[in-house]
């Protein structure tokens, strides 16, 4: 066991109390619009960090809300192509110079029409059409033939300052959600699951995009904004990590034509799995041992389970969480500086880590450590 004392902060209240936005200092602004009067909207003078996007204060919801989780199955996918689609955005849209909005251009109804399949009464559908001879009896090969690629379409918006205090968009980022396994029925009860190749997926996704630009540019409100375009291969509805983006391209203003294409080398990785042992041996053994260590500790824990975020192979983020049944809060402390001890040890620092410890009824703890910092920080939920 590890022999190893320290004090667990007490004022996380406080440092959190002092990351929060300070509305006490605002900026109004006047949102350009094609209505008579012009919108106003408040943006804090400052950020909870300087690597995210400042937000009006008054949230406007996306005209397409809602449409995603109809959409996308895996709510990992869900939150993935949210927030890494503004992190991507971040390499062509700066944080300090531009503001977050949630995509007002793209409609319900036109994202919808865009996702179905292309027929004649759907001629704005990019999924491609589909030849049923026997409507009674379908034949699973014509669905075989003509997936369903494309799952949904997100819009996000960023903001500058045009003149005085008003704003206008200035940047669009789109995300392209594309299916890595197709599934259909041809009979209740019988569901079809069939793989789409990663690159056929690409190409498919690739020519959707370029038909979805020829679309915003008839738009009299984007067609000379900046567009970045980014496409993101889904996980399979079962998984428990995300899927991840595999290519990108931004789009110059005015332009209606997409050039080179940008390759995105990012995945999620269960530990353990196949996929772990495999290709992150490395981690691999580290989350074996550090599981084992948990086990001699508390017998009783269901088990460990790590979801590591690699860019170009490399970890950048290591999530763990632990859920154990305890008895008494004396029992979570002893845990937290067990774990404390643990992450000193075993695992470097050039990489985000965070352990949320769990009961079945809350969350016990949290300890966390940024890369490049020494010591982890530790939180017992009261």
Partial sequence: MIKKYFVIPVLFVLLIAGCTPNYDQEEEIVQDTKEEESETAIVPSYNISDEEYKMPVEYKPAAARGVIVNQVFNRFDITELEEGLRRHSKDVFNPDDYLFQEGQY???DTVYSWLERNSEEHEE???????????????????????RYLSHILEQN?????????????????????????????EPGRTYYEDIPKEEMLSKGKEYAQTILQRIRKMEELKDVPIMIALFREEEQSSLVPGNFVAKTFVEEGSSSIGEWESVNEDYILFPSDEADSDHQAEATVMKDFTNEVREFFPNFVGVIG???YVNDELQELKINIPIEFHGKSEVTAFSQFAYGLIMENFRNN????????????????IWREAG??????????
């Fill in 307 to 309: 979801k590591g975020f």
């Fill in 373 to 382: 910092e020494e010591k982890p920080e530790v939180y017992i939920y009261q």
């Fill in 158 to 186: 960023y903001l500058q300052k045009t003149k005085g205090n008003q704003v206008g968009v200035k940047g669009v980022s789109i995300g392209l959600a594309l299916k890595s396994v197709y599934q259909f029925e041809t």
């Fill in 351 to 366: 990489y985000d880590i965070e352990i949320n410890v769990k009961s079945p009824d809350k969350q016990e703890a949290l």
């Fill in 106 to 108: 793209l409609t319900e």
């Fill in 125 to 147: 559908g990019l999924n491609p059409s589909i030849n049923i001879k026997d409507e009674d009896n379908p034949d699973p090969q014509a669905f075989r033939d003509a997936p």
